[in-house]
């Protein structure tokens, strides 16, 4: 049997067994493991959207806060830097694509754009 170096990168059960059989199967293997990673990822941002979709009280959150920066003309880039992080962050957390944002990332968001945090409860009518 021919030897073949084998990068040690973690490889899924099915593109194992292709390596097992065959060496040679190197390829297959490394593709095999690529389309699954993309599978894979597909499938949770699916998922992220399906779940933004579904949670209106995220919604309601995420649209006042965008309305909140655009009100004073600000960019993301401006709410970044007063919040001490990336304009990637601030991206994905007025996306959604984050999941439900901590209570301190709302508030850094909000004294950032100026605005005024406030948490109710309502009773039900």
Not at 31 to 44: F, N, P
Not at 55 to 75: C, F, K, P, Y
Not at 110 to 119: F, M, P, S, T
Request: overall charge positive; aromatic content about 4%.
């Amino acid at each position: 049997m021919t030897d073949v170096n084998i990068p040690a990168r973690p490889v899924s059960i099915v593109a194992n067994w292709y390596l097992r059989r065959s060496p040679l199967n190197y390829r297959r293997a490394v593709a095999l493991e690529t389309a699954l990673q993309a599978i894979e990822r597909a499938g949770s941002k699916r998922r992220q959207i399906e779940t933004l979709a579904r949670d209106r009280v995220l919604q309601e959150l995420l649209a006042s806060m965008i309305a909140a920066r655009t009100h004073w003309g600000m960019t993301q880039e401006e709410v970044a830097a007063r919040m001490w992080t990336t304009k990637s962050a601030v991206s994905r957390l007025e996306s959604g694509r984050q999941g439900r944002p901590t209570l301190a990332t709302i508030e850094k968001y909000a004294l950032a754009v100026g605005a005024r945090l406030e948490i109710r409860l309502r009773l039900p009518r």
